[in-house]
């Protein structure tokens, strides 16, 4: 299973594109419903990339900090993956569940994208409708899927710093999400 991952990875031309490419290998690895990735920027992690979410999901993650409570929040802090088999029962979620259940999920799964000098790049997440914990088997491949992900978005940024990446893509999703969003209550 990792080998198509990392193929499919290589594959694509330029960073967006391998930024989709990352989401969507995890969210098939895991069979989620729901995913998200975040990138680096000033000690902050910034929404880029996500499947199945609505606007006020993507407006209440635009930006994260250590601080903040939620899953990807731990991630950044302890830079280590945080596994959640129930939101509704990790006493550090329990203001952030309202917001889980009107998004739809039940447990998530964040994993850090590290490079080998631990320089953080961004977080992968998983949302899944029902309590679930992914198998040792799938977050060991995704250990080692982070890893090259990290590594090759590195390097297809060449010498473009990735705040100023994660700015503009997270902008754009933003936008994206927001036109949808007016667009589906104009034809209701």
């Known amino acids: 299973m990792l080998v198509p991952m990392q193929q499919r990875l290589i594959a694509a031309p330029d960073f967006e594109k391998a930024t989709w490419v990352i989401l969507d290998d995890v969210i098939a ?3 989620a419903e729901f995913g998200s990735l975040q990138f680096s920027a000033g000690g902050e992690l910034l929404l880029v990339a996500q499947r199945g979410f609505q606007l006020p999901f993507l407006q209440q993650f635009r930006r994260i900090d250590q601080h903040h409570d939620c899953v990807c929040g731990r991630v950044l802090r302890l830079r280590s993956t945080v596994v959640v088999p129930d939101v509704e029962k990790d006493p550090e ?3 952030l569940v309202a917001i889980a259940r009107d998004a739809g999920f039940r ?3 964040s994993t850090p994208l590290l490079l080998r000098d ?3 790049v961004g977080v992968v997440s998983t949302h899944f409708a029902n309590v679930h ?3 040792p088997v799938e977050m060991r491949i995704l250990a080692e899927y982070s890893a090259i992900a990290a590594q090759y978005l590195h390097q297809l940024l060449r010498d473009d710093l990735l705040a100023e990446r994660a700015e503009t893509m997270c902008r754009k999703l933003y936008r994206q999400s927001a036109r949808r969003t007016h667009a589906m209550r104009r034809k209701r």
């Open 133 to 135: 914990a992914p198998t």
């Open 93 to 95: 979620l329990l203001p």
């Open 29 to 31: 690895l895991h069979g």
């Open 107 to 109: 447990a998530v799964q």
């Open 118 to 120: 631990d320089t953080l």
